[in-house]
């Protein structure tokens, strides 16, 4: 706590009101806490989009069948996809990772411990052993990120049928009726919706997960792409990246990351939250205020790189000679009672 007691302190030293850049000065310290040093970089940066199929869409839960999850990796590893487009206005780079799509797909890494989920309404949608399997992939690729010199990545996922687990294991962890808990995801009709619901309910009783052991709760009725997204996070926390999720699906899974490791929390900046309702649910159970409500959807990173512009510019103020030293001029203090 000592690095963020010096970077309170330098953002105190410079000329404006007292922690009137808000949130924005929290992530600042958050990120000082994370990296070991006041002297916060964010100069590399990187948007990891973990993809992966689900067995659950045979259950109609869903707009568009599986297929579409390959064709979006394929852009995103090609450099054409939406996250591409929005991360390079940011100055970050985009790596797709194959967690467990239905067939190998050029452009991504393969870190895949299966070949898409079994439908979770059956039976489990993984073995134990997959879910750590796809926990420790992420955790490597959090390391390799590492050695190439990266400072901050934002969390993204791709995977048709992902925002039916993701609420799935949402439900179980945070102890909810599914319908508390499940949104539209792409844009499902009320009847979609219902059966999406439906298919929930029914993983979670035909599976029975124990919601005091995330994994057990990955493994029943996560995926292949929840669970390398968690295991980012607990790699973001030991090798000092802090990360970004963007949205509702990456934030279940830092609350699975969190379940597995409470001190994971800390190394997380909850940049954005989206209009799914399990987003904010999961916020408030971490304790987390996000920065940007654009009601965003869209998945693949792209809400979560939206933060990166607003970190730049505030670091502009956090390094700059704006101080009141320089200025001659005498510091704001806090002040206590009412005006």
């Known amino acids: 706590m000592k690095v963020q007691d010096e970077a309170r302190r330098r953002w105190d030293s410079v000329a404006k009101p007292l922690h009137s850049l808000g949130l924005l000065e929290d992530l600042v310290v958050r990120i000082a806490g994370v990296q070991g040093t006041e002297n ?11 993809c992966g199929d689900h067995g659950v869409v045979r259950q109609g839960v869903t707009q568009t069948d599986s297929s579409v999850t390959a064709l979006v990796a394929k852009a995103i590893g090609e450099g054409t996809g939406n996250i591409n487009l929005m991360a390079a206005e940011a100055h970050t ?3 797709a990772v194959d967690m467990g799509m239905l067939e190998p797909v050029p452009g991504t890494v393969d870190r895949h411990a299966g070949r898409g989920t079994a439908d979770m309404t059956e039976g489990p949608a993984m073995t134990r052993e997959q879910a750590e399997k796809a926990i420790r992939a992420g955790m490597e690729q959090m390391k390799e990120l590492h050695e190439q010199g990266y400072r ?9 049928g992902n925002t039916t687990a993701a609420s799935a294991v949402s439900a179980v962890l945070l102890g909810l009726d599914p319908e508390k808990v499940t949104g539209r995801g792409a844009g499902l009709s009320d009847a979609g919706l219902k059966r999406k619901i439906s298919a929930i309910r029914k993983a979670i009783q035909v599976n029975k997960p124990d919601a005091g052991d995330a994994v057990d709760v990955l493994a029943k009725v996560g995926g292949f792409e929840l669970a390398g997204m968690a295991g980012a996070y607990l790699g973001g926390l030991k090798y000092h990246i802090p990360t970004i999720p963007d949205g509702m699906i990456p934030m279940v899974s830092a609350l699975t990351a969190a379940r597995i490791n409470p001190d994971v929390t800390q190394s997380i900046l909850p940049g954005t939250v989206s209009k799914e309702p399990a987003d904010r649910l ?4 971490l304790d987390m205020e996000p920065v940007i409500h654009a009601q965003t959807a869209l998945g693949e990173g792209t809400g979560g790189v939206l933060l990166l512009p607003l970190l730049d510019m505030v670091l502009r103020v956090y390094n700059g000679p704006h101080t009141f030293s320089n200025l001659g001029m005498d510091a704001y203090t806090p002040q206590e009672g009412k005006i």
């Open 40 to 50: 916060v970089c964010i100069d590399r940066r990187c948007a990891l989009v973990f």
């Open 152 to 160: 901050i990545a934002v969390i993204g996922e791709m995977g048709i």
């Open 282 to 285: 999961i916020m408030q159970a």
């Open 93 to 95: 780079d985009v790596v």
